[in-house]
């Protein structure tokens, strides 16, 4: 085992808050000693980020592009810039840093997001391109050969984990991302299945681990509003798996969380990047 307080330090600034990721990233990475993590981004409320409180928020796009060119005159190492390529060769011209982006689903997923030659001259300019969900891999088109390297999402295991033993039924649920028509449709196949529209019923992110662990499993069924069957586990999916539910998802049960979510995997992954980024050396 390596002593983490002997580690090298290194700094992230995240721009632009997607899916919760760059908070549940920060949050984790602080605290496991890896080095300081900022997140800047447009104003906008969001249940899960506001819980973690970490993200600086500002009015416009330019806001946070310009204070992140004057955070980067300070003590940064690397600029993680989340879904948004046009940021990448403002910060790789302007600041000299090395640049990480990351995917997280609509932002690669969308044919005119893969294809376009704008997105894919500027994608092209990163250090290293991370995504979340293996089938993204072939739509992350470049024109050099840039480092591309699956990191899967971390859950919250401090915030999710199983509570309760006397568990019945299933429960499955419906976000405004959602092809509301094709998912339900999909859904009405299953028995003593508790649906809950987001739309309709909002729980706070304080209280999801609680509902989560009145039920026995958790069906990971999602049609995006693009007509896409999600194949990879929803982040809903892997917190019923954390906080003790089985999940039935592409047409299988899944009884634990896959180590790979797991946050001290998930962190120690991400930090050996950045090292690989700044030094050219394995971790």
Known sequence: MYDKNKIRKINVLHLFEMAAGPSIQTYFY???GYGESWVLSREKSHPVV??????????HIRDVIFEGL????????IVFIHGSEFAVPIFKILTR????????????????RSKNIFRILFRSMADAIIYNQKEQLDKIITIRNVRKEYQ?????????????????GSLALISDNLNREKTLKGLKEFSDLTIIDKQEKVFSYEEMPNI??????????????????LK???????EALACGCKVYHDERFIDK??????????????YSLFYYVLTGKKF
């Open 30 to 32: 602080k605290k496991f």
């Open 50 to 59: 506001d819980f973690y409180g970490v993200v600086e928020k500002f009015p």
């Open 70 to 77: 004057k955070r980067c005159k300070n003590d940064i190492d």
């Open 97 to 112: 840093k090395k640049v990480i982006l990351q995917y997280h689903g609509s932002d690669i997923n969308l044919p005119s």
């Open 152 to 168: 899967p999402n971390a859950v919250d295991t401090d915030h999710f984990n199983s509570l309760n033993k006397n568990r019945k």
């Open 212 to 229: 989560l662990n009145q039920y026995e499993t958790f069906v990971d069924y999602k049609v995006t509003d693009y007509g896409m069957l």
């Open 232 to 238: 990879a586990l929803s982040r809903s999916a892997l």
């Open 257 to 270: 969380l896959p180590i790979e979510h797991q946050p001290e995997v998930v962190i120690k992954k991400l």
